[in-house]
C-alpha cells in the first residue's frame, strides 16, 4: 500500500525543493530591484542637474536680451535667446552632455520595470509553488481516507 503514495511522495519532494528556492530567489529579485531604484535615482540627479545647468545658462543669455533696448517685444526677445544660445559652446557642451544622460536614465527606467516584473514573476511562482503543495496535501489526504 505505501507504493500507492510514491508519486505523491516524489511530487511533494520536489515542491518541497521548490518551496525551500523560493525565499532565495524573490530576496535576490528584490535585492535587483533596489539597486535599479538606486541607479535610475542617480540618473535622475545627474540628468536634473544638467538640465538645471542649461537653464541657468538660458537665464543669463535671457537676462542680457532682457537688456537690449533695441528688441520691441517677447517674441523677438525669445528668438534672440534661441540665436545666441544656438551660438553658446557652454550650452553646446551642456547639450552633449545630456544626450547619454537622456539614454541611461531610459535605460535606469527600463532596468527598474524589468526588476519589478521578475518580483511580481517570483511572487506569483511562489503562490503557485504553495497552490500545489495544498492540492498535493489534499490528494494524499483523500487517499488516506480512501484506505
Known amino acids: 500500500m ?4 510514491a508519486p505523491q511522495l516524489q511530487q511533494l519532494d520536489a515542491v518541497k525543493a521548490a518551496l525551500l528556492q523560493q525565499p532565495e530567489d524573490l530576496y535576490q529579485a528584490r535585492l535587483a530591484e533596489a539597486e535599479a531604484a538606486r541607479v535610475l ?5 545627474r540628468l536634473g542637474d544638467v538640465e538645471a545647468e542649461i537653464a541657468d545658462a538660458l537665464a543669463d543669455i535671457a537676462a542680457l536680451v532682457a ?11 525669445k528668438l534672440e535667446v534661441r540665436t545666441r544660445a544656438k551660438d ?7 547639450e552633449e552632455r545630456r544626450a547619454p544622460l537622456e ?5 535606469a527606467e527600463m532596468a527598474k520595470t ?3 516584473l521578475q518580483v511580481k514573476r517570483r511572487e506569483d511562482e511562489q503562490r503557485a509553488w504553495r497552490g500545489r503543495l495544498d492540492a498535493l496535501a489534499i490528494e494524499c489526504s483523500l487517499l488516506v481516507a480512501g484506505r
Open 2 to 5: 505505501a507504493m500507492a503514495f
Open 103 to 107: 539614454a541611461e536614465l531610459l535605460n
Open 114 to 116: 524589468a526588476a519589478e
Open 88 to 94: 553658446e559652446p557652454a550650452i553646446a557642451a551642456l
Open 67 to 77: 537688456g537690449d533696448k533695441t528688441l520691441k517685444n517677447a517674441a523677438a526677445r
Open 41 to 45: 535615482k542617480t540618473a535622475k540627479k
